[in-house]
Nanobody, 115 residues
Framework: VQLVESGGGLVQPGGSLRLSCAAS????????MRWSRQAPGKEREWVGS????????NYADSVKGRFTISRDNAKNTVYLQMNSLKREDTAVYYC?????????WGQGTQVTVSS
């Protein structure tokens, strides 16, 4: 199982970023996926989840209405579209899934929101 996030970077407040997570080593279309984040000095926070088909996504209140999770099962990739970014969104973002009986995470990608 391998999960590789990309797309992080530095963005100004109010800006947008799209994160990608490329999955391999398992049948991606069979599994729901999730995003979490961890800011410096804080516990990891669940951001949102998406079902295996992509039909349903749920979000933390802190990002609802600003972030959108989607997936392309043909490309074995899950996305996190982040709009109207705030300074408090600064964190390392991880994609993950409960795969093969355990919760697996990628290595993360840094998102920094700053002017």
């Amino acid at each position: 199982v391998q999960l590789v996030e990309s797309g992080g970077g530095l963005v100004q407040p109010g800006g947008s970023l799209r994160l990608s997570c490329a999955a391999s080593g398992f049948t991606f279309s069979n599994y729901g996926m999730r995003w979490s984040r961890q800011a410096p000095g804080k516990e990891r926070e669940w951001v949102g989840s998406i079902t295996s088909s992509g039909g349903i996504a749920n979000y933390a209140d802190s990002v609802k209405g600003r972030f959108t999770i989607s997936r392309d099962n043909a490309k074995n990739t899950v996305y996190l579209q982040m709009n109207s970014l705030k300074r408090e969104d600064t964190a390392v973002y991880y994609c993950g899934g409960f795969i093969g009986g355990s919760l697996r995470w990628g290595q993360g990608t840094q998102v920094t929101v700053s002017s």
